[in-house]
Nanobody, 127 residues
């Protein structure tokens, strides 16, 4: 079992920055991936960014590329999402996700491949 604790959301003005954090504990092993998804009311949960622990390969959705940066802290099994130049369209509940493997996987943006999820943290961007 893997437990995820995600945090860092809040209410900010457009153009501001937030940094989300997610810490994984339990049987993480060494080959795994972590990701961020977000879900707005009435919409599907959508992929935001992912990172593999082996190699540190990163993946982004087109809507956040250039504004968001995902990174990892290996010693603590922690992933961060630095969100810059936030827009009202970024308003959603952001969820941290975990999956075993991923280094040799070609796809990282599908919600069904992730096994464990955080409780979600609300990000609200006002104009």
């Amino acid at each position: 079992q893997v437990q995820l604790v995600d945090s860092g959301g809040g209410l900010v003005q457009a153009g501001a920055s937030l940094r989300l954090s997610c810490a994984a504990s339990g049987r993480t092993f060494s080959d795994y991936s972590m990701a961020w998804f977000r879900q707005a009311p009435g919409k599907e949960r959508e992929f935001v960014a992912a990172i593999t622990w082996v190699g540190g390969n990163t993946y982004y959705s087109e809507s956040v590329k250039g504004r968001f940066t995902i990174s990892r802290e290996n010693a603590r099994n922690t992933v961060s999402l630095q969100m810059d130049n936030l827009e009202p369209a970024d308003t959603a509940v952001y969820y941290c996700a975990f999956r075993y493997g991923g280094y040799s996987t070609s796809r990282h943006d599908h919600v069904d491949i992730y096994t464990f999820w955080g409780q979600g943290t609300q990000v609200t961007v006002s104009s």
